[in-house]
Structure formats: structure tokens, C-alpha cells
């Protein structure tokens, strides 16, 4: 079985590739190897290798010391977005997240992420039109 690991150099990346990587034929892949912010490399990288299942686990932002603004939030919906839009050329796609995606001012244990669904919403497709 084929398999992307995005995310290469983060700790949940590096975890599964020791896991998996005498089973199975595994692309781990980081900034350098694979942008998955550029959407003509996510199609490159697809049109070139056969890919049974995807892992995402790529994320921009998540600094402990650096606040993260809404345009962090907005390339994480990109590389998303661009592996989705390549989902006619894999079979299955793992997301993973972390507790790194919610505000560090808001306590993890209550963090609602819907109550800012409207604003990443707005933001995203307006990013969308311009990039049109």
C-alpha cells in the first residue's frame, strides 16, 4: 500500500512513519519535499505517485511563542483544501489535528470551534475569490 504522511519533521508524522514504514510503501513528506500550500505541487506529487491512503498531519502555526493570526487558520484550510481537490487521485484521507489549532487564550477543555465557523468561513472565501 502506498501512503502520504504530509507533515514529515512534526511528531505525530514521525510516530506513524516507524510504525508503518516496514509494511508499507510510505512518502513522508515536509515543506521542502512536498508544499502542500502549493496547489500545483499537491497535483504534481498526485499525478506522479500512486496513493492508496493520504495523512495529514501538516500545520502551519502552533508556536508556543508566537500568537497565531487568521491567516494561519487560513493556510491550514489551503492544505486542506488542496489535498481535497486531488481526492479523485487517492483512496482514503486521515486529518489529524491537535490541541495547537485552538486559541491559547481559550481553555482547550471548552474551546468552541463553531463559534467562530461564520468568520473562517467569510475569510476563506473571500482568500478563495482572490486567488480567482
Known amino acids: 500500500m502506498n501512503i502520504l504522511i504530509t507533515g514529515g519533521n512534526g511528531f505525530i508524522a514521525t510516530n506513524i512513519y516507524k510504525t508503518i514504514k516496514n509494511k508499507h510503501n510510505v512518502y513522508l513528506t515536509n515543506r ?3 508544499d502542500v500550500l502549493v496547489k ?7 499525478d506522479d505517485n ?6 495529514h498531519t501538516a500545520v502551519s502555526g502552533g508556536s508556543r511563542t508566537k500568537e497565531d493570526d487568521i491567516y494561519t487558520l487560513i493556510d491550514n ?3 486542506f ?5 486531488n481526492r479523485n487521485k487517492f483512496g482514503s484521507l486521515i486529518h ?6 485552538f486559541d491559547r487564550r481559550t481553555d482547550i477543555v471548552s474551546a468552541r470551534v463553531m463559534n467562530h465557523a461564520l468568520l473562517i468561513i467569510m475569510v476563506y ?3 478563495l475569490l482572490k486567488e480567482r
Do not use: C, H, P, Y
Open 125 to 127: 472565501q473571500r482568500r
Open 40 to 46: 500545483d505541487q499537491v497535483g504534481k506529487f498526485f
Open 81 to 85: 483544501n488542496n489535498l481535497v481537490e
Open 77 to 79: 484550510l489551503f492544505m
Open 32 to 34: 521542502q519535499t512536498l
Open 96 to 101: 489529524f489535528g491537535s490541541g495547537a489549532e
Open 50 to 55: 500512486q496513493i492508496d491512503i493520504v495523512i
